[in-house]
């Protein structure tokens, strides 16, 4: 059976030690990929010291304009019996990144999905937390219309009388701005943590309550950062 690898990519520091090395023995034999940039995914190939040369590859471009009638033609070859892989900008696929229409039609289409384990800024955010990580809920990037925000807090509010775990993501020269907001809209004694450029040599996880956030959040400004809410043991 055919399989489609779920490959992880490096979180803004391309460093080879961190991916596994029998991952790496598998990409090696990869020469097609589903990829959402094609740049991002020949920076990766050629930090792992891909053998195959850059120009043998052939990549299918899963972006904003992708049109779900392309997709078979991602797998025509996969489907036929060839071993592709999946390529997102950063970290995992399909985990706060895109790819889980290319696992739904693989899945669909007899196509065996392998998963490996890789860099992932949402979850190493919640481990380094401090947080409840039993009970937790991601929203991805919070949305921007007003009405939709208004209930996304609502829902943040309602799972920390809960007890969960509540993880989002922002659209980086947001951070301060985000910071902000929460002050006002949640109690000055909730605790936040913000985890920015993980897995870079610049890796910050800081926790504090509110209050104390409404200082010194420069370092912030267009860093890509996970927040997490959540109680005190």
């Not at 992880?8 to 090395?21: E, I, Q, R, Y």
């Not at 009405?147 to 943040?156: E, L, V, Y």
């Amino acid at each position: 059976m055919a399989k489609l690898n779920l490959i992880p990519n490096f979180l803004g520091h391309s460093d080879p030690g961190l991916l596994a090395t029998a991952y790496r023995d598998v990409i090696w034999q990869l020469d097609e990929f589903i990829v959402e940039s094609e740049k991002s995914a020949r920076a990766f190939l050629k930090a792992i010291s891909h053998p195959i040369p850059q120009d043998d590859f052939v990549f299918h471009l899963m972006d904003k304009r992708l049109d779900p009638r392309d997709i078979p033609g991602f797998f025509k070859t996969c489907i036929a019996g060839k071993d592709i892989g999946l390529i997102s900008d950063a970290g995992s696929p399909c985990l706060a990144d895109p790819g889980s229409q290319m696992v739904e039609y693989a899945l669909r289409n007899g196509v065996q999905v392998i998963p490996m384990a890789g860099l992932n800024s949402v979850s190493m955010a919640l481990m380094a937390s401090g947080f409840n990580g039993q009970q937790y809920r991601f929203f991805g990037y919070l949305p921007f219309d007003g009405a939709q925000r208004k209930k996304t807090f609502a829902d943040i509010t309602h799972g920390l009388k809960r007890g969960e775990t509540q993880v989002f993501i922002e659209t980086p020269y947001r951070n301060k701005a985000t910071i902000e907001e929460l002050t006002q809209r949640l109690d000055s004694e909730q605790e936040l943590v913000v985890a920015s450029d993980i897995s870079t040599p610049n890796e910050r996880i800081e926790r504090r309550k509110l209050r104390q956030w409404t200082e010194n959040t420069d370092h912030l400004h267009k860093v890509p950062a996970v927040f997490v809410l959540g109680k005190r043991r």
